[in-house]
């Protein structure tokens, strides 16, 4: 791997931005109505230099977040260098990849699908196909998986689950002529990963590490596979809120990075053009500027690649800025209604020589950055009755077999009990606590928890798996004997809903 360029750090003032513009967007975003329902982190370039950046404690600079929808960019960006190789064109079919899995028959329409279907997200499905090939692992919330992912392919395989996702996607039935009917389908992004898997006999990962991944400086990235080690596409890459600015201003810069060519110009200028009218099933003002390939059109002129729970690359080609963000929140088009409201019009086109007062107010605010901490008291009169008691949990959707908590006044120890065992998770007083569990399947997950009194016989634990978006809140409720736990999400696949389990001492 080449060494990495750091990106130069500036001011907002010396940017053209005003200081005070970035404080109204921080303070507008911490307006979020669920604890723990936010942004994680921001990154905001102009003319190719860091004018601000801030995490919300426990995220960090190193923090890598599940991308998302957002990776799908990062494939579409694989698709223009094979077709700049020769490897194939915008225009080839579909089956021609897969001539041991097409069907019998195939219908006319699945016969008209071409690649730039896959990527304009207009393949003729009348409905996302993603949930049939995936096999619902998309349909999963933010309480899981609590298994681990090849844990969840192991079990559903012993059950005649089909391996071959492509196989399973080329046998729906595609109601639409391709072209003419636009339908969000993540399982399309993931038949160009399987394209290029099927061109080099690589994964999009391997194919991408020393075209993209490994000049624009972003190291060690992951992506997730579907059982056959083909990596999903339309999700499932991993990396920090710097990477996505770094892949953010390389696209601005149209394809040149740090003076060497990373993608094609006209590669460049086609993937972020509107090919699909995406009116038809969006209703958001910024979902229904157009969509490219694998690329969202925005207002003002603007397009982004974005992924689930908040997870963006916004390119503003007029402005000359890249504003890259990672979240954990439900509404989506909040946040950029709040870049445009408060960002975009305070950009000017020379240096700022005023704000210097300001600058420092910014400053301070970015360096204090924290997701909310449990508001309340360290300690409870009757805490002494309900510490280290073992609660044995009624059959829940955790799937937790008991808790019992250990309640000391600076600090507080969880113990969750399920099938796969103990698991034991510190918890902080007015400050994060860091450290790993596999609570939810994973080795060593990173973790940070806070707890606090919020009543005599109520104690709220926030979490915060820092590698992820998912931050849940629990909320204890003690009565004698018993024990009522709510757990409450900050975002979710399906509107989020405050979910009970109920347990007693036994």
Not at 167 to 178: A, C, G, H, R, T
């Amino acid at each position: 791997m080449t060494n990495v360029v750091q990106l130069a750090r500036s001011t907002p003032e010396a940017e053209g931005i005003p200081s005070s513009a970035i404080l109204e967007f921080i303070r507008s975003v911490e307006e979020h109505v669920r604890p723990m329902d936010a942004l994680q982190s921001f990154m905001l370039l102009r003319h190719g230099n860091v004018a601000a950046e801030g995490c919300w404690a426990p995220y960090g600079s190193n923090s890598r977040h599940p991308l998302h929808s957002l990776s799908k960019s990062f494939t579409s960006s694989a698709i223009g260098l094979a077709i700049h190789e020769g490897l194939l064109l915008v225009d080839d079919p579909v089956l021609k990849f897969f001539p041991d899995d097409a069907p019998a028959n195939p219908s006319d329409n699945l016969k008209a699908m071409r690649v730039r279907h896959l990527l304009s997200m207009n393949t003729g499905h009348k409905m996302d196909t993603t949930e049939w090939v995936f096999q619902h692992l998309h349909q999963m919330n933010v309480f899981g998986p609590w298994v681990h992912q090849q844990e969840y392919f192991a079990r559903h395989r012993s059950s005649g689950w089909d391996d071959n996702w492509p196989k399973i996607f080329l046998s729906l039935p595609v109601e639409y002529k391709p072209g003419t009917w636009f339908v969000y389908n993540t399982a399309a992004s993931y038949m160009l990963s399987a394209i290029i898997t099927k061109l080099i006999g690589q994964s999009l990962l391997d194919y991408l590490r020393p075209r993209l991944f490994d000049p624009l400086g972003i190291k060690k990235p992951v992506w997730e596979t579907d059982p056959c080690g083909i990596n999903l596409g339309g999700n499932g890459l991993h990396a920090t809120t710097e990477d996505i600015a770094r892949f953010g201003q390389m696209y601005l810069q149209k394809g040149v990075w740090e003076g060497k060519r990373i993608l094609p110009e006209e590669w460049i200028a086609e993937a972020t053009t509107p090919h699909s009218d995406n009116s038809n099933t969006q209703t958001n003002p910024d979902w229904t500027a157009g969509y490219g390939y694998q690329f969202w059109r925005c207002r003002h002129n603007c397009y982004r690649g974005d992924g689930a729970f908040g997870q963006y690359c916004v390119v503003m080609p007029e402005r000359d800025a890249v504003l890259a963000m990672t979240g954990g929140l439900q509404n989506m088009q909040s946040v950029l209604d709040k870049v445009w409201q408060h960002l975009l019009p305070a950009m000017q086109p020379e240096p700022l020589t005023d704000g210097s007062q300001t600058y420092g107010v910014l400053c301070e605010k970015l360096s204090a950055l924290s997701l909310p901490l449990p508001n309340g008291r360290s300690s409870s009169p009757k805490m002494g009755q309900w510490s280290d008691e073992v609660y044995k949990l009624k059959t829940n959707f955790l799937k937790l077999e008991s808790v019992s908590i250990q309640f000391r006044s600076e600090s507080s120890s969880l113990i969750l009990q399920d099938q796969r065992g103990r698991h034991a998770i510190e918890l902080g007083y007015s400050t994060w606590l860091k450290g790993i569990t596999d609570l939810r399947g994973y080795d060593s997950e990173p973790v940070a928890a806070a707890g606090t009194w919020v009543a005599e016989d109520s104690f709220e634990a926030r979490f915060c798996y820092y590698n992820s978006f998912f931050c849940p809140v629990f909320r204890f409720r003690y009565t004698g004997r018993e024990l009522q736990i709510e757990v409450e999400p900050n975002a979710s696949s399906v509107p989020p809903a405050i979910k009970t389990i109920a347990g007693a001492i036994t």
